[in-house]
């Protein structure tokens, strides 16, 4: 099975904020880091230190999105905090559903919150590439 990570995360969040959510969110699905296939996340985040080094880190790709087509995508945790600082109400499961070409049916984790010991929040969504879409 071949997932995509949808990640967030505040300004200035440490790589290992990153790192240990993105580790809890694998664990929970019982998944590796060789079945990534790709991250996602906002376009306003194409800066942020943290995920461009775990990116790289992790010799995968990233997709961006900016505000208006994450908002299209219907989530199951959209957050009014989330809309109002970067005019989307989900980032993470979003991206995710983008990236993967599919729905929140695909969906292995929903936005797994974790909030770093320099509390920096970080927050993590995987979603199942299904089949079809690995063909295509």
């Known amino acids: 099975m071949k997932i995509v990570i949808g990640i967030g995360c505040d300004?200035?969040?440490?790589?290992?904020?990153?790192?240990?959510?993105?580790?809890?969110?694998?664990?929970?699905?019982?998944?590796?880091?060789?079945q990534i296939e790709?991250?996602?996340?906002?376009d306003k985040k194409s800066d942020e230190d943290s995920?461009?080094?775990?990116?790289?880190?992790?010799?995968?790709?990233?997709?961006?999105?900016?505000a208006t087509e994450l908002a299209q995508v219907k989530v199951?945790?959209?957050?009014?905090?989330v809309?109002?600082?970067?005019?989307?109400?989900?980032?993470?499961?979003?991206?995710?559903?983008?990236?993967?070409?599919?729905?929140m049916q695909d969906l292995l984790v929903e936005k797994l919150k974790y909030r770093g010991e320099d509390g920096k929040n970080a927050t993590i969504s995987v979603v199942c590439i299904t089949k079809n879409k690995e063909k295509e």
Not at 11 to 33: M, N, S, V, W
Not at 54 to 66: A, S
Not at 76 to 81: K, M, R
């Open 38 to 42: 790709c991250f996602a996340t906002i």
């Open 76 to 81: 199951p945790n959209p957050s009014a905090v």
């Open 83 to 103: 809309m109002k600082y970067v005019g989307t109400p989900a980032v993470s499961e979003a991206a995710a559903i983008l990236a993967a070409k599919t729905t």
């Open 51 to 66: 995920i461009n080094s775990l990116v790289k880190k992790r010799h995968k790709e990233i997709i961006y999105y900016p």
């Open 11 to 34: 300004r200035g969040t440490p790589l290992k904020t990153l790192e240990t959510a993105l580790a809890q969110a694998l664990e929970r699905i019982d998944c590796e880091y060789d």
